[in-house]
């Protein structure tokens, strides 16, 4: 559909076809935090940095509308849970893609934990979704990650091409997953699934080469881009670290090149 189509141009470069996704739906799950506060200042300096969109809750809509300055994607995640939850692993849907729509969103976003005590209900509020996203024309972005019981280790290649794949077959049209560790793991996650897939940023890293040399990574694999959260808004310059980020996944510079446009 041309809409879906238009859509996808709003939160993907045209160029690359990759994308740049900061989330900022952290605050649901882990309260206000540092980065979060002032949501036009941040949103501002992920905007100007050449991020491609963002993805927040719908409450932060008018929060984070800026009227000024240079334009981003916005994506609205309809999933939540909270840290103090029973089971913070069981996302419940706080927002529907109609109400997304009515707040201006180009795309909706989804998590879904596989392997969770509730992974039924995830997965059922999944197809709902994605129904509702066809016929609405509104691209989806699935949230994948394997935890349970069973799931020992959630960045092992096996459980997060099969996390991807669920997403793909569930009808997203962008998967994030986390990142496996190496170009040659991912780039397995890549060939097992059949639509766009990012990367998650994961917790705060320690170095700006750690960060930009996962990016990297992830792209040399045919990884579509990232989904990087806390390691954007929370740099200590937002603006500088997403400007490098954009360089290696639209323009495949080097790391050594990212690295040179933060120190810049």
Same mark, same amino acid.
């Given at each position: 559909?041309?809409?879906?189509?238009?859509?996808?141009?709003?939160?993907?470069?045209?160029g690359s076809g990759k994308t740049v996704i900061v989330p900022m739906d952290h605050g649901v799950t882990l309260g206000?935090?540092?980065?979060l506060t002032d949501m036009r200042?941040?949103?501002n300096a992920v905007a100007t940095g050449g991020a491609n969109a963002i993805v927040i809750h719908k409450g932060l809509v008018e929060a984070g509308h800026r009227r000024s300055g240079k334009d981003v994607g916005l994506i609205i995640?309809?999933?939540?849970?909270?840290?103090?939850?029973?089971?913070p692993n069981c996302k419940v849907l706080v927002c529907g893609v109609e109400e997304a729509i009515k707040?201006?969103?180009?795309?909706?976003?989804?998590?879904?934990?596989?392997? $969770?005590?509730? *992974? #039924?209900s995830m997965l059922q509020d999944f197809g709902r979704v994605a129904r509702e996203a066809l016929e609405w024309g509104m691209p989806l972005l699935a949230m994948m990650y394997m935890r349970g019981?069973?799931?020992?280790?959630?960045y092992d290649v096996g459980v997060v091409k099969h996390a991807a794949r669920v997403g793909a077959e569930l009808g997203a049209d962008i998967v994030k997953v986390p990142y496996t560790g190496s170009p040659e793991s991912f780039q397995e996650v890549v060939e097992g699934c059949?639509?766009?897939?990012?990367? $998650?940023?994961? *917790? #705060?890293?320690?170095?700006?080469?750690?960060?930009l040399e996962m990016v990297k990574g992830s792209v040399q694999a045919g990884g579509a881009g990232v989904s990087i959260g806390r390691n954007a808004f929370q740099h200590r310059t937002p603006e500088k670290i997403i400007h490098a980020i954009t360089k290696l996944v639209?323009?495949?510079?080097?790391?050594?090149?990212?690295?040179k446009e933060l120190a810049a």
């Open positions: 559909m041309v809409g879906k189509r238009i859509r996808m141009e709003r939160i993907m470069d045209r206000p935090m540092v980065g200042k941040t949103i995640h309809l999933s939540a849970s909270t840290c103090v939850a029973p089971d707040l201006g969103a180009d795309a909706i976003s989804i998590h879904v934990n596989i392997g $969770a005590e509730d *992974e #039924k019981p069973k799931v020992k280790n959630g059949f639509v766009p897939v990012v990367i $998650a940023g994961g *917790e #705060k890293m320690e170095t700006d080469r750690e960060i639209h323009s495949d510079v080097s790391v050594e090149d990212g690295l």
